[in-house]
Structures are given as structure tokens and as C-alpha cells.
């Protein structure tokens, strides 16, 4: 008789190679995680400022490289890029919110090429403890409507 395996994940993980890096994977690994859904790190927090839409792109470069990687030890990494849904209030320290709202969704279409690619499973538009998560949501859910629409 055949043993199913059963994939053992961690739901939401970021993986910094500033920090523990793939240590981090390893240690998942070592008590039994078989996949992780992996999530980019915010902008900041990598060291970019964000000013035109092309700066999200060393943000997913790096989380497409890292995914590989963590694939490469043995653990499966589901790449669900995005921009961080702090983001919004982290532009606006510098920023109007209109343009940082445009630079979000030139972030969130960039994302998509991931997907587009196969590197990533989908993109990620935020957590709902965040109290910008509800002007994040909207965002993302106007650029759906807007494309089924074909606009």
C-alpha cells in the first residue's frame, strides 16, 4: 500500500538574507515543514525607497532568487509576491497619496508577471489585521474589475 505524503507548510513566511536566510527554511525543514507559501519582505525593510514603479522590481528579483533557493534545499516554496500592505503609509511619509496609490498598483501589476511566468502561485494583497489593508483590498479588487472589464 502507498503512503500519501502529506505537504506540511508554513502559511506565511519571509525569508531575509540580511537575517537568518534560508537558516530560517532549514530550521521548517528540520521539524517536518515540507513547503512554505513565501512572502517578499516590505521595501524598507530590504533598503529601498520607493519612487517610480521599476524600485518594486529589486523586491521580487530578490524573493524569485530566494524561492529558488529554497527550492534547491528541498523545501517546496509556493512565491506569492506582492507589494507589503504597509506600503501605502510607509509612501505617504513622502509622498501624496494619489501618486502613492499609482505606484502601488505599478507594484501589484509588476507582481503579476511572476504569476505570468510560473515563478509565483498568485500575488498577495494583505493581511486584514492592517488597518490599510481595507484601502489595499480596494485597490486590488478595482484593478480585477477594471481588467474584466477591459480597461
Not at 502507498?2 to 506565511?12: G, M, Q, W
Not at 519582505?41 to 529601498?48: L, Q, Y
Request: aromatic share 8%; proline share 4%.
Amino acid at each position: 500500500m502507498a503512503t500519501t505524503v502529506i505537504p506540511i507548510t508554513d502559511n506565511h513566511m519571509h525569508v531575509d538574507p540580511r537575517g537568518r536566510g534560508l537558516l530560517a527554511v532549514k530550521y521548517i525543514q528540520n521539524a517536518g515543514g515540507t513547503h512554505i507559501i513565501f512572502i517578499p519582505k516590505s521595501t524598507w525593510a530590504i533598503g529601498v525607497t520607493v519612487s517610480n514603479p521599476g524600485d518594486y522590481i529589486a523586491v521580487f528579483d530578490e524573493t524569485v532568487e530566494l524561492a529558488r533557493r529554497i527550492n534547491e534545499i528541498g523545501v517546496g516554496a509556493y512565491l506569492v509576491p506582492g507589494v507589503y500592505p504597509a506600503e501605502i503609509s510607509k509612501l505617504t511619509e513622502y509622498m501624496e497619496l494619489d501618486r502613492a496609490v499609482e505606484l502601488v498598483k505599478s507594484g501589484l501589476e509588476l507582481a503579476t508577471r511572476s504569476v505570468k511566468k510560473g515563478t509565483a502561485v498568485g500575488i498577495k494583497t494583505g493581511r486584514q489585521n492592517l488597518g490599510t489593508t481595507i484601502v489595499f483590498s480596494k485597490l486590488c479588487y478595482i484593478m480585477q474589475k477594471n481588467r474584466w472589464e477591459g480597461r
